[in-house]
C-alpha cells in the first residue's frame, strides 16, 4: 500500500549537521519532496528530487535517493536555530495522482 | 490574500454537530487537495479535486466526511456527527499544475484546528 514512513524526533546541536530519514512503499515513485513546518505556519516545500537522481545539492540541504532501497534522506548543513521545524517527507503517487506524506520529524536544536 | 485562506483558523465543537472548513486556493490553481494533520499521525490525505474530473475520495474516513468544490475554486469539508477522534487540524493545499506535482509544489493553507468536545 501507499506508505512513507520516518522517525518522529531528532535533536541536533546548533552548528551539526542534521540527517532526516525516510523510507517509502512505492515502486514507480516519479518525484520525492521535503516540505517543512515551522512553529504555528503552513507546510512549504523544501526542495524536491527526481526519481532517475541520486543526489539533489541545494546551498546547505542535500538531498540522497537510494531507489533500490526507497531511502530518501534530507542533509542539513550547519544546522542553525532557524532550522528548527517539522520536516515531512513527500512521495507522488502517479498511479494515482496524490501525493503521500509521512508523519514528520521535528528537528530540535540544541546550544 | 495571495496565498491559501482557510476559515474558521479554530472551531471548538460539541460531539454530534456538524462542521464546515472552508478553504479559498489560489486563483488559478486548478489542483486542491485537504489533508488532516493529528499529533504524531502526521499528514493524512483525505480527498483531491483536479479541474473537472472526479474527485478522488480514497482518503476520507468514514461517509461523516464529504468535501465538494464549487466552480472550481472554493471547497468546503463537511464533518457530520463530529467524533472526538476528529479532533485535529484539517489543511488545504492548492497547485497550479494539474497533478500539482509535476512540475509544481503544493501551496498550504494554515490550517482549521478542529476540537470535538
Known amino acids: 500500500g501507499e506508505d512513507v514512513e520516518q522517525s518522529l524526533f531528532l535533536s541536533v546541536r546548533e552548528g551539526d549537521s542534521s540527517v532526516i530519514n525516510c523510507t517509502y512503499t512505492d515502486s514507480s515513485s516519479t518525484y520525492l519532496y521535503w516540505y517543512k513546518q515551522e512553529p504555528g505556519a503552513g507546510l512549504q516545500l523544501l526542495t524536491y528530487?527526481?526519481?532517475?537522481?541520486d543526489m539533489k545539492q541545494d546551498q546547505r540541504l542535500t538531498v540522497l535517493l537510494n531507489k533500490k532501497d526507497k531511502h530518501l534522506s534530507l542533509r542539513i548543513a550547519d544546522t542553525q536555530t532557524g532550522d528548527s521545524a517539522i520536516y515531512f517527507c513527500?512521495?507522488?503517487?502517479?498511479?494515482?495522482?496524490?501525493?503521500?506524506f509521512g508523519s514528520g520529524t521535528r528537528l530540535s536544536i540544541r546550544p | 490574500g495571495a496565498g491559501v485562506s482557510q476559515s474558521p483558523s479554530n472551531k471548538v465543537t460539541e460531539k454530534g454537530k456538524d462542521v464546515e472548513l472552508r478553504c479559498d486556493p489560489i486563483s488559478g490553481h486548478t489542483a486542491l487537495y485537504w489533508y488532516r494533520q493529528s499529533l504524531g499521525q502526521g499528514l493524512e490525505f483525505l480527498i483531491y479535486f483536479q479541474g473537472n474530473s472526479a474527485p478522488d475520495k480514497s482518503g476520507l474516513p468514514s461517509d461523516r466526511f464529504s468535501a465538494e468544490r464549487t466552480g472550481g475554486s472554493v471547497s468546503t469539508l463537511t464533518i457530520q456527527r463530529t467524533q472526538q477522534e476528529d479532533s485535529a487540524v484539517y489543511l488545504c493545499?492548492?497547485?497550479?499544475?494539474?497533478?500539482?506535482?509535476?512540475?509544481?509544489?503544493?501551496?498550504f493553507g494554515e490550517g482549521s484546528r478542529l476540537t470535538v468536545l
Open positions: 493545499a492548492s497547485s497550479l499544475v494539474g497533478r500539482g506535482v509535476i512540475a509544481g509544489e503544493l501551496f
Open positions: 513527500a512521495d507522488f503517487y502517479s498511479s494515482a495522482s496524490k501525493i503521500i
Open positions: 528530487i527526481f526519481s532517475n537522481m
